[in-house]
């Protein structure tokens, strides 16, 4: 088994190599490699069954991976667990509210089991209710709590001990809008008060709502990483979208683009419906050089936008395969499948 370096101040947080782990002939993790620096989010991003729970129970020290190694603030996951525990939080799909006692007593319990005393173990309790606003809720049994004041709840479990290290493992799956954002504040402040985060999502909006970094998992293996504008501006840049004062420019406005011989820039491409023209380009100079062409040529422009390929676009342009799609069928996947697609755009802001 390898090892790795001793994180030390500033590095990474969690240092993941070569994990292995299999399930009978499951390879659930199938030689994963990531790091996620102090005080920033990784987003692990991925369809049901890719492997994200198994990463997240292996640096909890749930399980033991098969081969590979992974270190969590320092702390190796298998020679250091009892350490390693102390500094990490976990909220998931499968956490552990004891559905009979109170919000309350459910908080105090854990500060207890964390070593707090009573007095801290009390006084900690009270503030968490009060900070995921179940303040009100606190003497209620957390059985007759909605999903989202569970999932609420589950934070606030989470953040008792202080944890340096925080595993979300899909925070928000199954909840309504409404909560989905409760639960997004609650995160971007735990970030906010130096946490890094770990967090295992299927929503791109999610993900790039909070992540600073993602990862993409498929079937047990990452394929591929980068910040979050990287990794759609990997995808076939950006889209500008012109949209001319005049509906009858339209044709008159692409041809001229079309054939503007301006570096970088892709052919443009009516879109009658939506009264618009769109070009494919890679930087901002581009941007501003199509608009003094239109300008010199005496075009008038009513509205201007750029698009990003969005991250659903993204996981498919990698995969061949949509994000949300279980992954139990046979498809050869990890093979980039061209370009990602072109038609998909959004509205444009007015
Ligand atoms: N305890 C287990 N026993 C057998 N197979 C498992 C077990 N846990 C996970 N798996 C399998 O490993 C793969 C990855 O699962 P999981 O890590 O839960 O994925 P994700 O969290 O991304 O949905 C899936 O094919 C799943 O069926
Ligand atoms: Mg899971």
């Known amino acids: 088994m390898t090892s790795i370096k001793q994180t030390s101040g500033g590095g990474n947080a969690v240092e993941v190599r070569g994990l292995v782990k299999h399930y009978g002939p499951t390879k659930a ?8 620096r102090q005080g920033t989010v990784l987003g692990v991003l991925g369809p049901n069954g890719a492997g994200k729970t198994t990463l997240v129970r292996v640096l909890s020290t749930l399980i033991r991976p098969d081969a590979g190694s992974a270190r969590v603030a320092g702390y ?14 976990l909220t998931g799909q ?49 059985g007759q709590y909605s999903g989202g004041m569970r999932r609420r709840l589950d934070l606030a479990a989470s953040m008792i001990g202080r944890p340096s290290v925080l595993y979300l493992d899909e925070p928000t799956t199954g909840l309504d809008p ?19 985060v770990l967090l295992t999502t299927q929503y791109m909006e999610e993900a790039e709502q909070l992540a600073d970094e993602l990862t993409v998992f498929d079937r047990g293996r990452v394929i591929a990483e980068g910040r979050v504008e990287e990794l759609k501006a990997k995808v076939g840049g950006r889209t500008l979208q012109i949209r001319p004062a005049a509906r009858g420019d339209l044709r008159a406005m692409a041809d001229t683009l079309s054939r503007s011989g301006l570096d970088g820039v892709g052919g443009a491409v009516v879109d009658e419906a939506e009264g618009l023209v769109n070009v494919a380009i890679i930087s901002d100079e ?18 201007i936008s750029t ?16 994000a949300s799609a279980p992954a139990d069928d046979d ?3 990890g093979t980039p499948s061209g370009s990602a697609s072109d038609e998909t755009l959004e509205e444009v802001a007015a």
């Open 29 to 36: 993790l199938d030689g994963v490699d990531l790091d996620v």
């Open 76 to 89: 190796d996951v298998l020679t250091q667990p009892r350490q390693l525990r102390r500094v990490i939080g």
């Open 286 to 303: 581009q941007l501003t050089a199509i608009v003094g062409l239109l300008g010199e040529r005496s075009f008038r422009i009513a509205g």
């Open 94 to 142: 499968y956490a552990s509210v004891d559905e009979k006692l109170s919000g309350r007593e459910n908080l105090y319990m854990i500060g207890r089991l964390l070593d707090l005393s009573r007095k801290d173990a009390k006084g900690r309790a009270d503030e968490m209710l009060e900070r995921f606003s179940l303040t009100d809720a606190a003497k209620r049994p957390a």
């Open 178 to 196: 409404r909560t989905r954002n409760e639960v997004w504040e609650e995160v971007q402040r735990m970030v906010a008060d130096g946490a890094t």
């Open 331 to 333: 498809t050869a996947s």
């Open 307 to 322: 698009h990003l390929p969005s991250l659903d676009e993204v996981f498919l342009a990698i995969t061949g395969q949509k």
